[in-house]
C-alpha cells in the first residue's frame, strides 16, 4: 500500500481516537464535559468530516501536499498543542478577552490556518481538530466533536494553497468563492435580523442565545471579506502572503459552515438559525483575525525560510 495513503489514513483514525478518548475520559475529570444524548450523532458528523477529508486527499494524493513524515507529525504535535493552550488562555478565564459588540474575539484560530499553509493540509488538519477538542476539554465548558472537526477543516484547507502551480490563479478563484459565500449569507442576515446570536453569552440573563444579533455582529463576515480584499490588493505582489490568507479565510467558511449545519441535525435547528446565529458570529471574527495576523506570521515565516536557505 501506498505510504501517504497510509500516512493519511493513520492522521485521521489518530484524529478519532483522540476524540473518542477525550469524550471519555473528560467526564471523568469534570462533569461539564458529559457529552448528551446526541454523543452519537456528533460522532456521526466527525466521520463525516474526516471522510471528505480522505475524499479530498484521495482526489489530490499525487500531490506532494500530503506527504507526513516525522517533520510533519513533530508540527502536528506543536500545532496541536500550541492550539489548545492558547485556545485555553483566551477563550478560559486567564485571560479575558473582551467580546465587540457581542462578537466574540478568538485570536487562536490563527494556529491551524498558518500550520495548513506552512507544513501541508494534514498538519493543519490535526492542528485545528486536536487541538480544538483539547482546548475545549481545558475550559470545561463544553465538547464539541463535531465543531472540532470543523476547526480541523479550517487548517486543511488553508494547507491546500500549495496544490496550484498557479497561485494567482487559484487565489482569484478562491476569492470569488468566498466573496459569494460571504454575500449569501450576510443577505440571510439581513433577511433575518431578529435571529438571536448562539455564540454570545449574556450576563444578564447566564444563558447562552437569548440575545439578539447586534449590527455589527451580523455584518462580521461581510467586514472580514472587505479586509480580505484590502489584503488582497495591498500586497497582491507578495503572492505567498495574498494566497495564505484566502484560503484560509476559505477554510474558515467552509469548515465553520460543516460545524454549523451539521447543528441542524444535532440540535434541530433551522437552516436560518444554524447560518445567522451560530456561523456568522462564529465566522465573522475568525475572518477578521485571518486577515490582520496571518500576513504577520507568514512574513515572519517567510524571512525565516530566506534566512535558513529553505
Request: proline share 4%; net charge neutral.
Amino acid at each position: 500500500m501506498d505510504k501517504k495513503l497510509i500516512s493519511v489514513i493513520l492522521s485521521l483514525v489518530a484524529v478519532l481516537v483522540f476524540f473518542i478518548g477525550i469524550a471519555l475520559i473528560g467526564p471523568m475529570i469534570n462533569s461539564s464535559l458529559q457529552l448528551d444524548n446526541t454523543a452519537l450523532l456528533r460522532f456521526v458528523f466527525v466521520a463525516v468530516g474526516l471522510v471528505i477529508v480522505f475524499v479530498v486527499y484521495y482526489l489530490t494524493r499525487s500531490s506532494h501536499i500530503w506527504e507526513v513524515g516525522t517533520r510533519q507529525v513533530v508540527y502536528m504535535a506543536i500545532g496541536a498543542a500550541l492550539y489548545a493552550i492558547l485556545s485555553y488562555l483566551f477563550n478560559g478565564t486567564v485571560f479575558v478577552v473582551p467580546s465587540v459588540s457581542q462578537v466574540s474575539l478568538r485570536p487562536a484560530i490563527v494556529i491551524p490556518m498558518f500550520f495548513g499553509y506552512a507544513f501541508g493540509p494534514a498538519v493543519g488538519l490535526f492542528t485545528g481538530a486536536v487541538g480544538n477538542m483539547f482546548g475545549d476539554a481545558l475550559t470545561g465548558f463544553g465538547l464539541s466533536p463535531q465543531w472540532s472537526v470543523g476547526n480541523g477543516l479550517v487548517g486543511m484547507i488553508a494547507g491546500m494553497v500549495w496544490l496550484f502551480d498557479d497561485k494567482k490563479k487559484s487565489l482569484n478563484t478562491v476569492l470569488i468563492i468566498s466573496a459569494a459565500l460571504a454575500v449569501i449569507v450576510t443577505v440571510l442576515y439581513l433577511l433575518n435580523p431578529q435571529t438571536a446570536n448562539g455564540n454570545y453569552f449574556d450576563p444578564d440573563t447566564n444563558k447562552f442565545g437569548e440575545t439578539q444579533l447586534s449590527t455589527f455582529a451580523g455584518l462580521s463576515v461581510i467586514i472580514g471579506l472587505v479586509l480580505l480584499l484590502i489584503v488582497r490588493f495591498a500586497f497582491g505582489k507578495n503572492i505567498n502572503l495574498a494566497t495564505a490568507v484566502t484560503w484560509a479565510i476559505l477554510g474558515n467558511i467552509i469548515g465553520l459552515g460543516f460545524a454549523a449545519i451539521s447543528d441542524i441535525w444535532i440540535n434541530g435547528y433551522s437552516p436560518t438559525v444554524a447560518v445567522v446565529g451560530e456561523f456568522i458570529p462564529a465566522a465573522g471574527p475568525n475572518m477578521i483575525f485571518a486577515a490582520i495576523l496571518v500576513p504577520i506570521l507568514v512574513v515572519a515565516y517567510d524571512a525565516i525560510q530566506k534566512q535558513t536557505g529553505r
